[in-house]
């Protein structure tokens, strides 16, 4: 397997890294940089556990070759806090128990963090829309939508 080297930004922070040309996105980020916070839920682009933001977008990490994201600006969910504090949108979801068991949230997080960048009043429909590629299988929409809500 041929081997690459690749330098990109990850949560403000310039890493460079070899890794092989089959890697996923997913795979460096959780395995060669350690960091866990982004969730393998389906490894099939459908259930948005693995969303990061690839330069501002949310993108399914499992389904991306981390070769592709040579030169790009990556947010996990541990690049969300600042300086110990969390994220407006990660606080709202603590406070209204948005978080459930907690391995969609990394993905919710990061799409709604998407949403409120580039839209800061979104309605209740345009959140239901931008979650939509994040299942949650706790069943538990209704105080995500309200976390989200909260936070703008």
Known sequence: MSQHEITLTVNGSHERVTIPSNMTLLTMLREVLVLTGTKNGCAAGECGACTVLLNGEPVNSCMMLAVEADGANIVTVEGLARDGTLDKIQQKFVELTGVQCGFCT??????????????????????????????????????????VQEAI
Not at 117 to 140: V, W, Y
């Open 106 to 147: 990394p993905g919710m997080l990061i799409s709604a963090r998407a949403l409120l960048d580039r839209n800061p009043h979104p309605s209740e429909a345009e959140i239901q829309d931008a979650l939509r590629g994040n299942l949650c299988r706790c069943t538990g929409y209704t105080r995500i939508v309200q976390a």
